[in-house]
Nanobody, 127 residues
Framework: QLQLVESGGGVVQPGGSLRLSCASS????????IAWFRQAPGKEREGVSY????????YYADSVKGRFTMSRDNAKGTVYLQMNSLKPEDTAVYYC????????????????????WGQGTQVTVSS
């Protein structure tokens, strides 16, 4: 069974940091293009960041640009999201998603283009 598994979520104070990880089960991630999405209560799922299969391109939502960094280690089959300077509005369930399509700046955030999704990890930013 092909799965993605996220980890690293938790509760953090405003201004704090967390690092999320996304690993695959049943397939290798190295040829896939990966994105992080998040969904806050009562809101639609939105794209946070994207990384190409060779890590040559990354894209970020404007709301996280300069604070979040996405990376990947294909040897370990893991993708990361380093989140710094966290704000209460970053509170959400964070999902990683994988696609075999090479997406670009104008379309990486379209949810329907992703084939595999993780179960999500909760991030709560609160004092």
């Amino acid at each position: 069974q092909l799965q993605l598994v996220e980890s690293g979520g938790g509760v953090v104070q405003p201004g704090g940091s967390l690092r999320l990880s996304c690993a695959s089960s049943g397939f290798t991630l190295d040829t896939y293009y990966i994105a992080w999405f998040r969904q806050a209560p009562g809101k639609e799922r939105e794209g946070v960041s994207y990384i190409s299969s060779d890590a040559g391109r990354t894209y970020y939502a404007d709301s996280v640009k300069g604070r979040f960094t996405m990376s990947r280690d294909n040897a370990k089959g893991t993708v990361y999201l380093q989140m710094n300077s966290l704000k209460p509005e970053d509170t959400a369930v964070y999902y990683c998603a994988a696609t075999s399509l090479n997406l670009y700046r104008h379309n990486w955030y379209h949810r329907l283009t992703y084939d595999y999704w993780g179960q999500g990890t909760q991030v709560t930013v609160s004092s």
